[in-house]
């Protein structure tokens, strides 16, 4: 049972992990909830909508969908009538429009987690200030500065209300890129040194190198952000300071690799003991309700029979990420559960079997073998290769929703984000430890400082972090990858690189611009 206690009512909304108690629910009138946000024993409850918010950074249906499908990770081919959406295809192909619903979902998704951020924050700081509630409000200002990038990232501006603003007849105003940048960065480096460490605070928690993860990330982006060399006005260096946050979450000895990469992935992965490289986990939960997304459902063929539960035959990845692996590394494949459920973790190509070894077939009777080619447009039902990357539990009686923690953020992370700002900086050996490092753990062969340059870095990151939401995008575009033309892509203009705000965005708020070349 993991450590959580789920706390639902109805004056606060939601739900938040903490503790080591059960599930208990408690209905509260008008007259009980007054009495509860003025009570800091309850402090918990507060808080919970701002981390239940989190799990909808996994959603396949607003940010996850969206982040990776604009990349060459994954894409929802049509399949004859099935997946026949053209806002799935618009987005792996870049002619997404403001109409785009996805793009709308994500939008509103960032924007929900900080309007769930500020109400906390209302009853947080009206409570006692004791070091407690001051931890909580530290940790929902990390939310919140979460969702800020994410909208800074992905549109560039957006309307944002100051939790003490409760006039909601007044327009909220208009965060530019800049502006937003700016206040981003001074409220992680604020909430920094306050935050707990890991450890001090229950898995699950915001912890001080959770928002030094965010800061570094800010930082390694910083020229995408401003179109300017990445530099203080003081002379130092992004690059530098990207370095010197991921310095402090290594040298804290909190975090170490994991000896198993596949273990980080497994259901129930929180509780292996030697699973000590997370930094941000987001909790999921099935005896509690804390429904995972259906994984092996959006991918596997509908005759990859899993216990009970029907698949739908739906994203693949595609032969411009395949084809820049080395197949024997262990992240590529991982059979220890196919004897149990009939398929590999990591990318399945080729002929598919069910558990007991027999070949399966498409339903006109062909031999099942997925192929890396695929047609965005229209699809045979084995064409693309798949991808396990959140393991199953083969007894699971949950039906499709997964029990896995999703890994926002981990300590490969921190050795990739170093190694990159330490080779854009000129330290080549500094980068060549780093990545080596990792490469090391992951039982895969080092470089020599003669074959290491930053397409290395990027394919590096692919391996570590694919299907993991976020990172892939974020990397295109470092990397300047983004817009180029790969497999059932055509080349895009470079404004597209932000997302266009959505028509019901900018008709609640007649003060937000629409991005550049969108309608």
Request: contains cysteine.
């Amino acid at each position: 049972m993991k450590k959580i206690a789920i706390i639902l009512y109805t004056a606060l909304i939601s739900t938040f992990m903490i503790g080591c108690t059960d599930l208990k629910e408690e209905i509260l009138n008008e007259q009980d909830s007054s009495q509860v946000i003025s009570d800091s024993q309850n402090a918990k409850m507060i808080v919970a909508p701002a981390y239940a918010y989190l799990r909808d950074l996994q959603s396949r249906s607003g940010v996850w969908l969206v982040l990776e499908s604009v990349t060459d990770e994954l894409a929802f081919p049509t399949r004859g009538t099935d997946w026949n959406n053209a806002d799935y295809r618009t987005l792996f192909t870049h002619e997404y429009t403001s109409k785009n619903g996805y793009i709308k979902n994500t939008w509103n998704s960032f924007m929900l987690g900080i309007t769930k951020c500020n109400v906390a924050l209302q009853y947080l700081t009206k409570l006692e200030q004791t070091d407690e509630i001051k931890n909580y409000v530290n940790e929902t200002l990390f939310i919140r500065a979460l969702c800020m990038y994410h909208l800074m990232d992905c549109f560039g501006h957006f309307p944002m209300r100051e939790y003490t603003e409760t006039d909601y007849s007044v327009l909220p105003k208009i965060l530019s890129r800049e502006e937003a940048l700016t206040r981003i960065v001074d409220e992680l480096k604020t909430i920094i040194p306050l935050l707990k460490e890991k450890g001090d605070v229950p898995y699950g928690r915001i912890t001080k190198a959770a928002a030094q993860t965010l800061l570094a990330k800010v930082y390694l982006n910083y020229q995408v952000y401003t179109g300017t060399a990445p530099t203080f006005s003081d002379g130092q260096s992004k690059w530098a300071e990207a370095s010197a946050q991921c310095d402090s979450i290594i040298n804290s000895g909190k975090y170490t690799l994991a000896d198993d990469f596949w273990k980080l992935y497994l259901a129930y992965n929180e509780t292996y003991s030697d699973q000590t490289e997370t930094i941000l986990p987001i909790i999921f939960n099935n005896s509690v309700g804390l429904k995972g997304i259906p994984w092996l459902n959006i991918t596997l063929h509908y005759n990859q029979k899993f216990g009970n539960f029907s698949m739908w035959n739906g994203c693949c990845t595609t032969p411009t990420f395949l084809n820049t692996w080395d197949t024997t590394d262990p992240r590529y494949q991982d059979n220890r559960l196919k004897s149990q459920v009939g398929f590999n973790l990591g990318i399945l190509v080729g002929q598919q079997y069910s558990a007991s070894g027999a070949e399966l077939l498409t339903r006109t009777g062909a031999k099942l073998i997925f192929t890396p080619e695929f047609s965005i447009q229209n699809s045979s039902e084995a064409q693309g290769a798949r991808v396990v990357k959140y393991a199953p539990d083969p007894t699971s009686t949950y039906g499709s929703n997964s029990e896995n923690d999703f890994q926002y953020y981990r300590l490969a992370d921190i050795y990739l984000m170093r190694a990159e700002a330490k080779y854009r900086s000129g330290d080549i050996d500094g980068a060549l430890a780093d990545i080596n490092t990792l490469r090391s753990k992951r039982n895969v062969a080092t470089y020599q400082k003669e074959d290491l340059n930053l397409e290395k870095i990027y394919n590096e990151r692919g391996y570590e972090f694919y299907w993991d939401g976020p990172s892939r995008r974020n990397d295109m575009v470092r990397f300047n990858r983004y817009s180029e033309a790969r497999y059932e892509k055509p080349a895009s203009e470079t404004s597209r690189i932000l997302f266009p705000i959505p028509i019901s965005a900018r008709e609640a708020n007649s003060n937000l611009d629409q991005n550049s070349e969108y309608e």
